[in-house]
């Protein structure tokens, strides 16, 4: 079975700093793939980053990168240079290879909160 | 721009009423999935399907039923509306070749 922890319900930052928000993972399987998705209070899913079990180099996509570190089953999005845009909720999902229909299991998110 | 619809947006329905949700992509992708997510919840997979005539049931148990006809369709339905059922409903769907997954933008149903 697969399981994601996101241990912070919120959190706070200010503008123009940059914000880690953790993410920790269980799987047995050997191959999977781990996502980061924002929701504005719109409701949509927003995919940000995508980081594969294999990849060598942490996964980056303009301000925002993963840092994977595999041995500790980790996964923390860092957001750079946070914008009052940035204020949602923050999911963290892993697809599993082994898992029926390759779905996409999340964590229970980080409501993200942007100080002016 | 948006590849998968969802429709409605915003459902208030009276209990005991039948409802679709309808979910539809033009991308062609083989795999799609139906979420629920109660609010500033995790999302909880209720349905997915590998293709054409292929329905599974995910790890949340639903009282609602799928049917997947055409590779672009897959709609979600609920024969008898209570207010348990409210909550958001997401749709997804994934290319067999690509990581990727692309969701809808959800349908939120309140029932009363």
């Known amino acids: 079975a697969q399981k994601i922890t996101q241990t912070q319900p919120g959190m706070f930052v200010q503008e123009k700093e940059a914000v880690t928000l953790d993410c920790t993972y269980d799987?047995?399987?050997?191959?999977?793939?781990l996502f980061w998705y924002k929701q504005p209070s719109s409701g949509e899913m927003i995919f940000l980053i995508y980081?594969?079990?294999?990849?060598?180099q942490n996964a980056t996509e303009g301000r925002y990168s993963l840092n994977f570190q595999k041995a500790r089953k980790s996964a923390n999005l860092v957001i750079s240079a946070s914008q009052l845009g940035d204020s949602a909720m923050y999911f963290c999902?892993?697809?599993?290879?082994?898992?029926?229909?390759?779905?996409?299991?999340f964590g229970g998110g980080t409501r993200l909160m942007v100080k002016p | 721009e948006a590849d998968i619809y969802q429709t409605p947006r915003y459902l208030v329905i009276g209990t005991g009423k039948k409802i679709t949700l309808e979910c539809s992509q033009t991308?062609?992708?083989?795999?799609m999935y139906w979420y629920q997510q109660d609010p500033g919840m995790e999302l909880h997979l209720i349905h997915y399907s590998y293709g054409v005539n292929s329905t599974e049931k995910g790890d949340l148990s639903s009282e609602s039923t799928v049917s997947r006809i055409r590779t672009e369709h897959f709609p979600l339905t609920l024969e008898s509306a209570r207010p348990s059922h409210t909550s958001q409903y997401l749709c997804a769907s994934r290319d067999r070749a690509n990581y990727g997954y692309t969701f809808g933008s959800g349908t939120r149903l309140t029932v009363v």
């Open positions: 999902a892993m697809r599993g290879n082994n898992n029926a229909g390759n779905m996409l299991t």
């Open positions: 980081q594969g079990s294999y990849d060598q």
């Open positions: 799987t047995s399987d050997p191959s999977y793939g």
């Open positions: 991308m062609g992708h083989d795999k």
